[in-house]
């Protein structure tokens, strides 16, 4: 088992920056892989941004690639999501989630935290 809890969210203006973090605790050895989702209002989960155990790969969805930066401490078993240039439509309840792959599918992911609300004012 492995569980996550999110914390960074909040509300800001277009065009600022948050950051979100992710801790992550149990079954953390042999460093599973690490992704972001996120859900607006009457949309579906989609994902954002994943990196391996390692660090040395990542993905991102297209709509925040040049805006977002995944990263990860191993050492302190937490991942990041660094957000720049917010917009709008980036407003959604962002997830952490963890896989024993690197994947951009929710459906490779195993274990999942309760979510922390991002909200993008004009």
């Known amino acids: 088992q492995v569980q996550l809890v999110e914390s960074g969210g909040g509300l800001v203006q277009a065009g600022g920056s948050l950051r979100l973090s992710c801790a992550a605790s149990?079954?953390?050895?042999?460093?599973?892989?690490l992704g972001w989702f996120r859900q607006a209002p009457g949309k579906e989960r989609e994902f954002v941004a994943a990196i391996s155990g390692s660090g040395s790969n990542t993905y991102y969805t297209d709509s925040v690639k040049g805006r977002f930066t995944i990263s990860r401490d191993n050492a302190k078993n937490t991942v990041y999501l660094q957000m720049n240039s917010l917009k709008l439509e980036d407003t959604a309840v962002y997830y952490c989630a963890a896989a024993w792959a690197l994947a951009t599918t929710k459906a490779r992911y195993n274990y999942w935290g309760q979510g922390t609300q991002v909200t993008v004012s004009p």
């Open positions: 149990g079954r953390t050895d042999g460093g599973p892989a």
